[in-house]
């Protein structure tokens, strides 16, 4: 992770330039010759204060379960919910499972393949008790693991299904904000959005920051990601 390590308020001169915000290194240099030793020293407390790059962490949380994208054989729709049930064949020593999901426009049932005449000894016995329990838990495990996707070639439709946790508003004042971002759980969204969102900024303020190089980060905040990265914001 990225930190800025900005010089102390001793060592703000025109020497060693501020590291976060390369715009008062030029006024600090001339504030070294202009300015009186207390004035001086004002100014650099005041300016490492604002300048001081803090960390602060952001959390991309799940709120409920996203719906399944499926067309329906029966309606127009194509989002299936969840219905928190399993069901498991078993046939001499090979067993069937599925998680069972609902159309949310007609309420018809679409069967998740989960296994497929797998020798019921390679199946964990803990697996097995928690399909034969419907535990939510595993719906929401399952409906998550990518080889569940792979396999029944669905995509998950995560709007409205999770927030933003940021911890407070940030602070205006702040002319260097570093966030570092964690999902805690693979939910695709764009950075911009989120950064919107969480900087309480217009979507069109976000990205015009991006394009004129002050809201940076190691990641393509215009794209979609799923992924913990951080990023930085100069003003
Ligand atoms: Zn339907």
């Known amino acids: 992770m990225r930190r800025y390590r900005p010089a102390g308020p001793s060592r703000l001169t025109k020497d060693v330039p501020c590291t976060p915000c390369e715009t008062s290194r030029e006024l600090i240099g001339r504030a070294s010759r202009l300015c009186c030793a207390p004035c001086l020293f004002l100014l650099r407390i005041s ?72 020798n019921v000894r390679s199946v964990r016995p803990e697996l097995l008790a928690r399909l034969h329990d419907n535990d939510p838990a595993l719906t929401a495990e399952l409906l998550r693991d990518p080889v569940v996707g792979h396999r029944n070639r669905i995509a998950l439709d995560w709007g409205g299904a999770w927030r933003l946790d940021t911890g407070g508003p940030v602070d205006p004042d702040r002319e260097v904000i570093d966030v570092s971002v964690r999902f805690a759980a693979r939910i695709p969204v764009r950075p911009v959005r989120l950064i919107a969102e969480g ?28 992924d913990d990265f951080t990023f930085t914001l100069k003003r």
């Open 47 to 118: 300016h490492w204060n604002r300048c001081t790059s803090v960390l602060t962490n952001w959390v991309v949380m799940p709120t409920c379960l996203p719906l399944v994208r499926r067309r329906c054989h029966t309606c127009a729709s194509e989002r299936f919910r969840a219905s928190g049930r399993f069901r498991v064949n078993a046939h001499h020593k090979l067993i069937d499972a599925w998680l069972l999901v609902l159309c949310t426009g007609c309420g018809e049932t679409a069967k998740l393949t989960l296994l497929e005449r797998t």
């Open 199 to 226: 900087c309480g900024l217009p979507r069109a303020e976000v990205e015009r920051l991006v394009a004129e190089g002050k809201l940076v980060s190691a990641v393509r905040l215009n794209g979609r990601l799923s």
